[in-house]
């Protein structure tokens, strides 16, 4: 339910940092115009479901429906922004930032990983085995198709950023089954 308000209050602190930093075409006004439209509406709607939730308040059938219908869109919709950013074809110049972006995404997230799920497993001591096996599975998992929504708000390469979506996305047909088998067998997991 957290994940995307997280995701999106993460990236567009990240993008606020990025931009203070650099002359970019990123402003204070663009990034709070953004942050509004896109990551408060989803943090209100968890708020507001949770406290619907806490006191037992029942959405009429007609309006839990049409919220249903639209919950059902989401993945194809995800799935279809993801197509959209898909590039292939690359420019010389930006083969080698894709392919140390690609690699340190699907390679080094490991590291990343291994630190939060050391940070989980200290905040809650009782995480069980399933729950860790996710977050280091979800860290290896290939760029986001976040990542060019971003590229709008900082002074990026758009092109280098869908490449690294793209070939992290081919590039975990093969590590996502080695990680898989690299964290079913390590033993400090269970």
């Known amino acids: 339910m957290f994940f995307w308000p997280a995701v999106l209050s993460v990236g567009f602190t990240i993008v606020w940092f990025l931009s203070r930093s650099s002359s970019g075409k990123a402003s204070k006004d663009k990034i709070i115009h953004a942050l ?10 968890a708020f507001l479901a949770m406290a619907m939730n806490f006191y037992g308040i029942k959405l009429p059938e007609w309006l839990a429906k049409s919220i249903g219908s639209i919950a059902n869109i989401t993945i194809p919709a995800i799935l279809f922004t993801v197509g959209l950013s898909l590039s292939i074809m690359l420019k010389k110049e930006t083969v ?3 392919i140390l972006g690609t690699f340190f995404r699907t390679v080094f997230g490991m590291i990343v990983g291994i630190a939060v799920l050391s940070i989980v497993s200290f905040c809650f001591k009782d ?3 399933t729950t860790k096996k996710v977050i280091l599975m979800e860290s290896v998992m290939p760029s986001a198709a976040l990542s060019p929504f971003f590229a709008d708000f900082v ?14 996305t081919l590039f975990s047909l093969v590590t996502l089954p080695f990680w898989y088998f690299m964290i079913e067998k390590w033993s400090f997991i269970q």
């Open 155 to 168: 002074d990026s390469d758009k092109e280098v950023v869908s490449g690294i979506v793209t070939f992290s």
């Open 96 to 98: 080698r930032p894709v």
């Open 36 to 45: 509004t439209s896109n990551a408060i509406p989803p943090v209100f709607s």
């Open 127 to 129: 995480v069980d085995i």
